[in-house]
């Protein structure tokens, strides 16, 4: 059998597998018996790939199917600065799954996207879960807090979602809320008149947050970096989603 090698970022881990992704992710967010965990977020990565901090090939020597056949779902590898270990040229597709386990593969696409006016924010993923308001761009952004840090707070590197913020982004004041699903408003615009392009640039929203946000908030897509590479995954329009991942996209807004 296969084995494939998952880079998860709920939690953050290194982890080998005998099932393909749509199996890993239905395994890996309901867990045995369908008894709904959560979502699930994982990078599947090259398995010929090798780093010295990951004793992968004990790992893929440990991944073997069961007494009675069936094939082991998972080995844990690292569970501990997993990111900062893994070049960007190593990650293949990006899966989605969602709490009832349908999954959604994302390719890494071409360039980052053309730069958006209004403000933003930011679901950090890994190796922390910040929420975080800003007037940088996503590569700015990024570099602020990675290469090219603009206080003393620094990481090796980061996976991140831009959420949207819709009539927010533009008029923090007086922009309607419509469908916005946040618990938070009343502090998110608080924080969103805090940030100005000027002066401060990005304003925490919350300092550990829930890695789990509804999909249907993706504004733009995930970003994922390592030193001073910095790729991104494109998150399809409702439109597409509807159209070509209609039980995904279902089972993500159940």
């Known amino acids: 059998m296969t084995i494939h090698l998952y880079f998860s970022l709920i939690p953050e881990a290194l982890i080998a ?22 979502q699930a977020i994982f990078f599947e990565v090259d398995p010929n790939f090798r780093h010295e901090f ?19 779902n998972s080995v844990y590898i690292s569970v501990y600065r997993v990111l900062e270990h893994i070049p960007v040229s190593a990650l293949g597709k990006l899966y989605l799954s969602t709490a009832y386990g349908q999954t959604l593969g994302l390719s890494q696409a071409d360039s980052l996207p053309e730069k958006d006016a209004g403000l933003h924010m930011y679901q ?3 190796p922390i879960n910040s929420l975080v308001v800003s ?48 618990s938070f408003m009343h502090h998110l615009r608080e924080a969103l008149l805090e940030v100005d392009p000027t002066g ?40 597409v989603l509807r159209r070509d991942h209609n039980s995904w996209w279902r089972s993500a807004n159940l």
């Open 17 to 38: 597998s005998m099932l393909g992704p749509e199996e890993f992710g239905q395994y890996y967010s309901t867990g045995h018996r369908y008894k709904s965990k959560g």
């Open 54 to 72: 990951f004793n992968i090939d004990e790992g893929f020597e440990r991944c073997t199917p069961h007494p009675d056949g069936t094939p082991k």
């Open 124 to 126: 950090d993923l890994t």
């Open 135 to 182: 007037a940088q761009e996503p590569q700015t952004y990024y570099d602020s807090i990675t290469s090219q840090p603009a206080k003393f707070i620094r990481f090796p590197g980061l996976c991140f979602v831009e959420l949207g913020l819709g009539a927010l982004a533009t008029d923090p004041v007086n922009g309607a809320v419509g469908d916005l699903p946040y």
């Open 200 to 239: 401060k640039q990005s304003k925490l929203v919350h300092r550990v947050h829930s890695l789990e946000f509804p999909y249907r908030m993706i504004k733009s897509g995930f970003y994922t970096g390592n030193g001073s590479d910095l790729v991104f995954y494109r998150m399809p329009s409702h439109e």
